[in-house]
């Protein structure tokens, strides 16, 4: 019993003891930076205190915690600060929307606190600081250039560097200037509306004449070039109808000496073939010549007799012939050539 009193009573002092922690402690949250002052001691300390938990004893300690985080200071219509008026180089009233984009500097917050002081007055001396910049800058500029987008850009990079320089001694940063619309006096601007026409139509005038020009150029180029390929063409169908020419003759000349060659070789051919022929005809002439001279010959000889009764019975035209086989017999073929030997010596 008395170990459970004494855990109890040690669970009572501790809790005692982280309330009494807690209440002498400050909570820096994300986002934030913590400027501690010692009012006891040496005062204002010179150190940024991050996010986490801080010792914070009343009496001694004093904080003030600032936004460490990107701020805006928006000058648009129906915002506190009321939109941006600026009278311009011709006397207008220009109506400007702009938002301001800073942060206060890493580091510096304490020196912030030392010279402006607490909450949100070094706000103040920021958009301070900023219209006279900007009115400075773009008080400048006529009312027209305030049409052109690329002016307007300009003359906000110029305010940016002036802000800049500005913001760095109350140890702020400036991160950019957004213009977001820009609002004329209705006479104003609707005479500026008329000059930008007047401009514009001016400038499709211009583009007018310079595509009749171009048109024009274009047009006698086409003409040139027409005329150069028409002179090309002509050079080549002239080259073509020589070289057409050349190839005839040349094709004329082949052709003739191609003739010739055939005519001279069929007339060759012709002088061969004749020239064999009368070889061929003599020889058989000399062939039948030597064959008559040996016929002749072997007429003189002594089956000269028995040549021509058998030429006789060959030549012998009869119809019907008897012939006794008392009187003759025919199986005596030497005394059947005699009776036709007598038969043709009798009728020579």
Known sequence: MKIINALSALVVLAVVALLGLRSCTLKVRPGEIGVLTEEWGQGLVQKDYGPGFHLDIGPLHSWAVFDSTV??????????????????ADGATVTMDITIKFSIK????????????????????????????????????????????????????MTKTALSARLDGLHVRLIDILVR???????????????????????VNDALRNAAFY?????????????????????LEKTRRELTSDNEVIIAKIQADSERYVVEQRADA???????????????????????????????????ENLIALEAARNLQLTTFTLSTLDTDLLDLGKLAEKLGSLDRQSK
């Not at 701020?71 to 311009?88: H, T």
């Open 181 to 203: 619309d820009v609002s004329f006096e209705e006479s104003y601007e609707q005479r500026i509306k008329e000059g930008a026409v007047a401009t514009q139509q001016a400038d």
């Open 106 to 157: 890493p580091g510096e917050c304490w020196a912030l606190r030392q010279e402006l002081g607490t909450g949100n007055s070094y706000k103040t001396k920021v958009r301070n600081e900023a219209l006279d910049a900007l009115r400075d800058v773009f008080g400048g500029m006529t009312t027209e250039d305030f049409y052109i987008p690329e002016k307007r850009e300009e003359k906000a990079n």
């Open 71 to 88: 701020q805006s200071l928006s000058m648009v219509a129906g915002s506190p600060e009321g939109a941006l008026q600026v009278k311009s």
């Open 215 to 235: 048109r024009g150029e274009t047009q006698k180029v086409e003409a040139e070039t027409v005329a150069k390929v028409t002179v090309i063409r002509q050079g």
């Open 270 to 304: 012709d002088l061969f073939a004749a020239e064999k022929s009368a070889a061929a005809s003599l020889l058989v002439k000399n062939a039948e010549a030597q064959a008559q001279a040996l016929r002749q010959t072997s007429l003189r000889g002594p089956g000269a």
